[in-house]
T-cell receptor
Framework: GAVVSQHPSWVICKSGTSVKIECRSLDFQATTMFWYRQFPKKSLMLMATSNEGSKATYEQGVEKDKFLINHASLTLSTLTVTSAHPEDSSFYIC?????????????FGQGTRLTVV | AQTVTQSQPEMSVQEAETVTLSCTYDTSENNYYLFWYKQPPSRQMILVIRQEAYKQQNATENRFSVNFQKAAKSFSLKISDSQLGDTAMYFCAFMNANTGNQFYFGTGTSLTVIP
């Protein structure tokens, strides 16, 4: 089946620094990818929709200047958390949309646990 | 807007027994997909089963089956012969088939299989 690779799986950074998370579709092209945030024992909250070659669409309440999304190719989307603060500590998950055998599928990355100290 | 409701925050079941997880949703769309995802402690989202709304037949995947009631907007998951490896968070999710955009997730049900 299709694979989405997310890297890194965990990262610890200092307050004020920036962290980049990568989401790659390994064996298919994904014109659309999604970034979610998940707090402990909570559901996944959509942060933004990443479209190849165009600007990302952010959900209400998500700061686009803080969570920079770049989808420069059909297999890679990146999420950069800029000037990270402890409240940005969370689990971030990407998913990629694919159309396979005529139907829409979605595949998730392994997630990234971000800890800001 | 679509909403997905899971009214059971936590459930437990004895190993080898059967358990049913509930999910209801609200939408004005007619063409959509419904999913159940499993999230074990590793946090990897694993697709358990999916249902196309236009299909009347309930989806089945080995020990997992759904009871899809389109008129009632209900989509429950039945796990038969529960195994210890089934212990996880389970999320019900909705996707608009026309746009194929993001998932709308329920709040999740934490299932524990007791040996």
């Amino acid at each position: 089946g299709a694979v989405v690779s997310q890297h890194p799986s965990w990262v610890i950074c200092k307050s004020g620094t920036s962290v980049k998370i990568e989401c790659r579709s390994l064996d298919f092209q994904a014109t659309t990818m999604f970034w979610y945030r998940q707090f402990p024992k909570k559901s996944l909250m959509l942060m933004a929709t990443s479209n190849e070659g165009s600007k990302a669409t952010y959900e209400q309440g998500v700061e686009k200047d803080k969570f920079l999304i770049n989808h420069a190719s059909l297999t890679l989307s990146t999420l950069t958390v800029t000037s990270a603060h402890p409240e940005d500590s969370s689990f971030y998950i990407c998913s990629a949309r694919a159309v396979l055998t005529g139907r829409i599928e979605a595949f998730f990355g392994q997630g990234t646990r971000l800890t800001v100290v | 807007a679509q909403t997905v409701t899971q009214s059971q925050p936590e459930m437990s079941v004895q190993e080898a027994e059967t358990v049913t997880l509930s999910c209801t949703y609200d939408t004005s769309e007619n063409n959509y997909y419904l999913f159940w995802y499993k999230q074990p402690p590793s946090r990897q989202m694993i697709l358990v089963i999916r249902q196309e709304a236009y299909k009347q037949q309930n989806a089945t995947e080995n020990r997992f089956s759904v009871n899809f009631q389109k008129a009632a907007k209900s989509f429950s998951l039945k796990i038969s012969d529960s195994q210890l490896g089934d212990t996880a968070m389970y999320f019900c999710a909705f996707m608009n088939a026309n746009t194929g955009n993001q998932f709308y997730f329920g709040t999740g049900t934490s299932l524990t299989v007791i040996p």
